[in-house]
């Protein structure tokens, strides 16, 4: 009897596992298509935002003595002189060929700014998720597992004050200690003048000089990653924290865990191979926010560490009123985060059978 | 023997015994009571602070440098600012701008959010959901802090202005929630008993949906106040949010940071304020999580 169900079962799952394929494909078709609407929604809602603004951008582009025809002739060149719709229309045909514009205060491609910039936010940006992820399931873990212990009670404490502390109060409060006082960590930028330099290959200053085997530019760049990646990564690794520690603790009591005691697994093995993964699930369903928090952030405290980035040359350009900047800033960010929550959701399918087997078995 | 008065008098006994155990159960956990006494505390400085503060003048445009950059004494416990301004009559008008931040952005976000959540949560699968939740997507693509950045950017910087953006950013999160809760209790019996004695919609959505969700919705105000102040003090910190003289703790913070490390206090204090004011709303919101067993927030 028992032979005799065997291959029935075997068949069934070989189509479930052709149904959940398809499934995975059409989730991810599904996203793409919502994404694509997000974005064109996004665009319309930055572009209304940017063009209602009180006042004349090309006059405060070109200063209050620049001569009428040079605003005119400007106005025309940039469409201003058209109606908003149709100005939407010439800004949306260009940002699709990759044109976001001309900067109205750096007066070159916005494109060309954004290629300049990223680079350096995207490398203080995984830096800083890199700390956020390792340290904050690992006191998680540890708090979970010792729970009401020493440990779990200063983790707790910890977390609280990493969730309420604005990442600027950190950046002022890191440069005034590990700057001034004990004066041991870089503030200012990516390098230190005396250093030589990398070649510009990928733009992430510690890629380009590992590849080049210029370790002291490494070590140098990885120095000056600590102090604004910690301040940026201490807000979300403390949520991480505190996720992980919630259900690491709520799943130690259940019955595999206990039965898995019983076999007389050792607890190392209990803990990495049946007790993390399950509980990595709700931690990582909250990256992708984290990650939106930790680039916001950036915002302000590349401000701070006068970190060459993204952010800092997103705020000038908001403080600047760079139109054509601002939405430009706006857009990559939305197309960042976007592409972010997807290979979140990957990651999430990848630890939770119940999502990747489409979502018919836990229940 | 019991009359329509005597009914309501049990019914009203019946509230007050509610609220009697609840407050039993949110006072015997000590953390939300930390978070209680700290937005209460931090309220009653807000609400009092001509009263309270030693130098209520220096709230404006007070400037004295005579007495300017002084490092915390007695008279002047968090020091004084380069202008000569006592620091704690600051912090404690500070406190004002950022509850006012607060409360009016969420006065502003809840009604629209809630009801749009409701609605797409009752006519889910349909085409007005779509339509309302795919917008809800858009704004929250990016993340509230940098919309109401660029927001802000394009308006003359200002409290109000910057209430206003950050309010265009956040009821998103309260239609979202709000769905969440009305879709799934939108197919339980007495959502279809009401609808099957021919209550109207506007019955059905505030009267049997709306009581459901409340308890998730006040937990979610509580939690983002202290969220609206950081994003708040954030806009100030950068200059786009209060503009001096006013008193707002991320300006103040923005301002003393360029008098470091020497005159620490001038950043310092305002920045702890700003913490401890967070801190108590976050508590408060965790303790009426545990307290109404909510998970999805």
Known sequence: MAGGRRPARRGRKAGE????????????????????FVLFGLSVLIFTISRILPGDPVRMALGPRAPQWAVENMRKEMHLDRPIHIQYAYWLSGALRGDL???????????ADIREFVPATLELAIFAGIIMAVFGVAMG???????????????????????????????????????????????????SPWI??????????TIDSLVTGNFAALGDALLHLILPGVSLALGPLAQQARIARASISDNQNK???????????????????????????????????????IIANAFLVELIFNWPGFSRYGIQAMLNKDLNAVAAVVMVLGLTFIIVNILVDLIVAWLDPRIRLGGERGK | MIGVNGLTVQAKKRRWEGFRKAWYKFSRNPVSVVGLVFVLGVSFLAVFAPLVSPYPNHAGPYVNFAIGSKPPSLSHPFGTDAFGRDILSRVFFGFRYSLMMGAVVLALVVIPGVVLGLIAGYYQGTRIDTIIMRITDIFLAVPPLILALAITSVLTPSVLNAMMAVSLMWWPWYTRLVYGLASSLRHEFF????EV???????IL????LPNCVSAIFTKMSLDMGWVILIGSALSFVGLGAQPPIPDLGTMVADGAKYLPDQWWIAIFPAFAIMVTVLGFNLLGDGFRDLFALEEI
Do not use: C
């Open chain 1, 17 to 36: 596992g052709e149904r959940n394929e398809m499934s995975i494909l059409r989730f991810l078709a599904k996203r793409l298509l919502l994404s694509i």
């Open chain 1, 101 to 111: 514009g001309q900067s109205l205060v750096t007066r070159r491609p916005v494109s």
């Open chain 2, 191 to 194: 959502v279809q008993s009401a």
């Open chain 1, 196 to 205: 030589t330099r990398p070649p510009v290959l990928t733009g992430l200053v």
């Open chain 1, 141 to 191: 873990a540890i708090a979970g597992r010792y729970r009401n212990r020493w440990v779990d009670n200063v983790i707790r404490v910890f977390s609280y004050v990493g969730i309420v502390t604005p990442s600027y109060v950190f950046a002022i409060l890191f440069v005034l200690l590990f700057g001034y006082v004990l004066n041991l960590l870089p503030t200012i930028g990516r390098l």
């Open chain 2, 197 to 203: 004695i021919g209550a109207s919609r506007f019955h």
């Open chain 1, 255 to 293: 019955d595999y865990i206990a039965s898995a005691r019983s076999f007389g697994i050792p607890g190392r093995v209990i803990m990495f191979k049946y007790l993390l993964k399950p509980s990595l699930i709700p931690t990582v369903s909250i990256m992708g926010l984290d990650f939106a928090g």
């Open chain 2, 206 to 209: 505030f009267r049997e949906l």
